[in-house]
């Protein structure tokens, strides 16, 4: 039975939901779900902008079939072919044999690795324009969000824009589509944040390309492929965009995250949280990155202004969890933080100088410390120390 909800008078969401896949991409934990948007224009021509993942195929199917109540379907423009969107393609294929796609030039190669079987693609390039009939629609490449086929689809119409991963977020819709129908920035904001994040936060660069296009564009709707739809607050999101493409901190406060394995630098962490709060930083929030996924941990990492990371020695190197951490700051490009740094180790405490070697290689980072290093447990010595770090911080957050 269908289940589709009206964007505008003539364009409907016909994507639909998934709560039991556990792993986005089969690696990034998504406890409340997500959601696959796609969206049918019913104009003289119907035009099916992206497709849905293989797992809610056959609730996207219905929903189509609903829309098009007997009319045919004339177009499908595929923004973006990772499978999460493209995986039905060759379905609607089958059963709308007479369909022509509409995309770019990369998308078509896509189209062939993934083997999918249609001569009727149409490739179009930058600010090549449409007609369906009323509505008249722009193609504007998006290259690496997220991937280098990828384009958004601008409606002048009426100024849908189609965003392809652009403003996208974790998350099943639950029968709420639009932004304004739920408490966004505290119901669904993390996830939006944990999704770009760890989804497009390598390609910043790219992100600020598109948003510089965006901004020329009367956008009256943003619809992205994950998550809510926009049509209003633009400000609201186009800002947290630009901060996070930028890598411009969200807020001014200090993400501790400790390695520990037997509760010392557990307790590091603990004392530099609460010297924080009572020099007046509240702002402070502590993660344990063995029973903390990383995607979260990267999310807070793009979130705060500071970072402190505590790490126990291990073959002589950083705690795996950690130096797992630390390469997926350096490989999604984070970068204008400010870092500390403290180490454990019973003998050979090499955390320290890796951590510190690690954090010098991401842009524009200032360590706020040399390393500071503790052996098995905080001597009077290192708890001083501790207490001068969080003054350091703290001088710095001024
Ligand atoms: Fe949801 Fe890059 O795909």
Request: net charge negative; hydrophobic share 40%.
């Amino acid at each position: 039975m269908h289940c589709v909800r009206k964007v505008t008078d003539d364009l409907y969401w016909v994507g639909a939901n998934d709560k039991r896949l556990n792993l986005f991409e089969n690696i990034h934990p998504i406890p409340r779900g997500t959601s696959y948007n796609s969206y049918l224009l019913m104009d003289e021509q119907t035009v099916l902008f992206d497709t849905a993942d293989w797992s809610v195929c056959r609730q996207f199917l219905d929903n189509i079939e609903y829309v098009l109540d007997g009319k045919k379907l004339d177009y499908m423009v595929i923004n973006h072919m990772e499978p999460d969107h493209g995986a039905s393609i060759e379905e609607i294929l089958l059963r709308y044999p007479d369909v022509k796609i509409i995309c770019s030039v990369k998308a078509a190669d896509f189209m062939r690795q993934f083997r999918f079987h249609t001569d009727n693609v149409e490739t179009v390039k930058e600010g090549d324009v449409k007609s369906f009939g009323k509505h008249q629609v722009t193609f504007v490449m998006a290259p690496m969000v997220h991937w280098p086929e990828a384009m958004v689809s601008f409606d002048t119409t009426n100024g849908v824009l189609f965003a392809a991963d652009a403003f996208g977020s974790f998350g099943s819709l639950d029968g709420k589509l639009f932004a304004d129908e739920v408490n966004f920035d505290r119901d669904w904001l993390d996830d939006a944040r944990r999704y770009y994040t760890n989804i497009v936060g390598k390609f910043g660069a790219n992100v600020q390309n598109l948003l510089k296009k965006a901004a020329g564009l009367d956008i009256k709707y943003i619809c992205p492929l994950h998550g809510p739809v926009w049509r209003q607050d633009f400000d609201y999101i186009l800002d947290k965009y630009n901060k996070w493409s930028t890598y411009t901190p969200e807020e001014k406060g200090v993400m501790i995250a400790y390695a520990s394995m037997y509760g010392n630098t557990e307790a590091a962490a603990n004392i530099l949280a609460t010297k924080l709060c009572e020099k007046g930083i509240a702002n402070v929030a502590l993660y344990d990155v063995s029973c903390t996924h990383v995607s979260y941990l990267i999310a807070e990492a793009f979130k705060y202004s500071h970072l402190a990371l505590f790490s126990v020695t291990y073959n002589l190197n950083v705690f795996p969890v950690m130096a797992n951490f630390l390469e997926d700051m350096a490989a999604l490009n984070l970068q204008n933080r400010t870092v500390a740094t403290v180490c454990n180790g019973t003998w050979a405490p090499q955390a320290g100088p890796k951590m510190i070697e690690a954090v010098s290689k991401m842009k524009n980072t200032t360590l706020l410390n040399e390393g500071l290093t503790v052996a098995s447990s905080l001597n009077e010595d290192t708890y001083a120390q501790l207490e001068q770090l969080a003054d350091t911080i703290a001088e710095s957050l001024q």
